[in-house]
């Protein structure tokens, strides 16, 4: 009997209580979401008070991050399609808490790079699994509902995190990091003895050199999707716009608002906590707005959502780049952090649907990693814009990147038509 075989023949990989996928997943959500945000609630502060990270310094920091996901989200996302979707997701929860662990133990360039490196290398192994595995578990139409719910538990337990994280950063900056990094590693574990994986098995084979042979054709099967479906090569466009523009504002935002605005004697520990629990609020409230305007659950509608998202995407970040005082800056960081909280369940339900779900974790890997792609690629071009015209210009430059991205969510792809009209997509 292969090790596959064995691992998908257990109700959960150690003895205990299986846990019904569709709560499981909002528990998965809302636990990483919670340690996540009690971890980063304070990272732009930390990094430039505590590390004493430069602009340049805070992109490369970016960078790594991101090659992380380059470099791995289609390998780990063909491991989860051809060995087990249940053991990639685990793995990647322990590996996450791990990098988050040494950003708190060491706050120097070379400690946060190599947090952000092994955070960036674990999330590869839950992205894209997490939605395949909920997908094959309870079916597409019934997961396609779950997305938001559990985005919405997701932003309820980031403002619990967020407070957990800003009164233990009052105490020591480095603790955050050390308690939400342990806490990934414990719910890992919690998964071993809940987490079922009844809804899918790999294709059975025989053999190390039949199993990377099996994977080999995944992978091929997944990359040949992503090139040839329409719909797929749309997402992937969106999804390095996305990365592209978003990059200048999560890895500037801070500095711009700590150096080039100032926050004169108001105790900066007790801001980003604010601005961070009002970032999570807000996108509490604007992810529920989506689901009542997704509530058919199409492709048409989601991809309405998305490009007023994208639409605001552009907008806010450009004026808080133009920003005239603290009090303005901190209302726009807050609104650009909820349109990032409330964008990705969307983009999740317009771009899962009809996928092979032999290889639906490959292909969204491939996506995920078009993301990165973007945030990589854009790093050298906003540390110039940076060091020549100063971070505000990088932000408005940042922002401007994702503007295309309205034309692709709004560009109804063959395969949608076809649906809408009631005729079968071949190979959806």
């Known amino acids: 009997m292969s090790h596959s075989s064995w691992i998908h023949r257990q109700p959960t990989l150690l003895p205990g209580r299986p846990i019904p996928p569709r709560l499981l997943y909002r528990w998965r959500a809302a636990a990483f979401g919670f340690f996540m945000w009690m971890s980063f609630a304070l990272y732009a502060l930390y990094v430039v008070r505590d590390a004493g990270l430069t602009p340049f310094e805070l ?46 133990l060491f706050p120097s360039f070379e400690g946060i790079a190599g947090g952000q490196l092994l955070w960036g290398f674990g999330y590869t192994f839950i992205s894209g699994a997490s939605e395949a595995w909920l997908a094959d578990e309870m079916g597409e139409d019934e997961a396609a509902a779950v997305y938001p719910a559990a985005a919405q538990w997701r932003q309820a337990a980031r403002v619990a995190g967020v407070l957990a994280g800003a009164g233990l950063g009052l105490v020591n900056a480095s603790l955050p ?79 711009h608002l700590l150096e080039d605005i100032g ?109 990165s792609l973007g945030q990589v690629v854009s790093t050298l071009l906003l540390a110039g814009i940076a060091a020549v015209g100063g971070v505000g210009v990088a932000l408005a430059v940042g922002a401007l990147l994702v503007a295309p991205a309205v034309l692709f969510v709004r560009t109804v792809p063959l395969e949608e038509r076809e649906e809408r009209e009631g005729v079968t997509v071949p190979g959806d």
Do not use: K
């Open 59 to 104: 992109l490369i920091v970016g960078t790594v991050l991101e090659f992380s996901v380059v470099a791995f989200e289609i390998p780990t996302g063909v491991l989860a399609d051809s060995v087990s979707r249940r053991l990639s997701i685990i793995f990647g929860l322990a590996v996450a808490g791990a990098g988050w662990a040494v950003m708190g």
């Open 177 to 255: 990091f050390l308690v939400g990094g342990a806490g990934s590693i414990c719910f890992a574990v919690f998964c071993l003895f809940t987490m079922t994986e009844a809804g899918w098995h790999p294709t059975a084979v025989e053999g190390g050199a039949a199993r990377f042979a099996s994977m080999r054709r995944i992978a091929s099967d997944g990359l040949s999707a992503a090139r040839q479906r329409p719909m797929v090569r749309a997402a992937i466009a969106v999804a390095v716009l996305w990365g592209a523009s978003s990059e200048a504002f999560d890895r500037l935002w801070g500095f």
């Open 263 to 371: 926050v004169g004697d108001t105790n900066e520990v007790i801001l980003f906590g604010a601005i961070a629990i009002a970032s999570q609020v807000g996108g509490f409230g604007l992810v529920a707005l989506g689901r009542r305007l997704t509530r058919d659950r199409t492709r048409a509608t989601a991809a309405r959502v998305l490009s007023g998202f994208y639409t605001a995407a552009v907008i806010v970040p450009l004026a808080f780049a133009l920003a005239p005082n603290a009090a303005v800056a901190v209302a726009l960081v807050a609104m650009v952090q909820w349109i990032s909280a409330a964008e990705n369940p969307f983009f999740m339900m317009w771009v899962n649907r009809g996928l092979d779900p032999r290889t639906r974790a490959t292909v969204l890997s491939s996506v995920e990693q078009s993301n």
